[in-house]
């Protein structure tokens, strides 16, 4: 099982930037799977989840409709499209892998975290 996120980088305030996180050997491809970020010095923090289907998506109360988290099933790939990025969202963003296929009610629930993915948002 390995959940591998990508796609980070140095972006500036307001730019666009879309994480991937690949299933390798699909093991999450029928459960939700979710995003959390941790920035220096602060806990985890819940980003946006998608359930099996991806009918179901939660977010995080500060993504205030800057993100998009979508899933591909047929790729065993998920992502995250964030925009209008701010200083704020500079973090370690990590995708992980639920056991159910719904949404779970405490986010942090996860099965198996993957790696991270450094986002930085600086001017």
């Known amino acids: ?27 999450f491809s029928g459960y939700a799977v979710g995003w959390f970020r941790q920035s220096q010095g ?5 980003v946006a989840a998608i359930s099996r289907g991806g009918g179901s998506r939660d977010y995080g109360d500060f993504v205030k409709g800057r993100f998009i988290i979508s899933r591909d099933n047929a790729k065993n790939t998920y992502y995250l499209q964030m925009n209008a990025l701010e200083p704020e969202d500079t973090a370690v963003y990590y995708c992980a892998g639920y056991r ?23 001017s």
Do not use: H, M, N
């Open 1 to 27: 099982v390995q959940l591998q996120a990508s796609g980070g980088g140095l972006v500036k305030p307001g730019d666009s930037l879309t994480l991937s996180c690949v299933d390798s050997g699909g093991a």
């Open 100 to 122: 159910t296929a719904l949404i779970p009610s405490r986010k942090s629930d996860a099965y198996y975290w993957g790696r991270g993915t450094q986002v930085t948002v600086s």
């Open 42 to 46: 602060k806990e985890r923090e819940f």
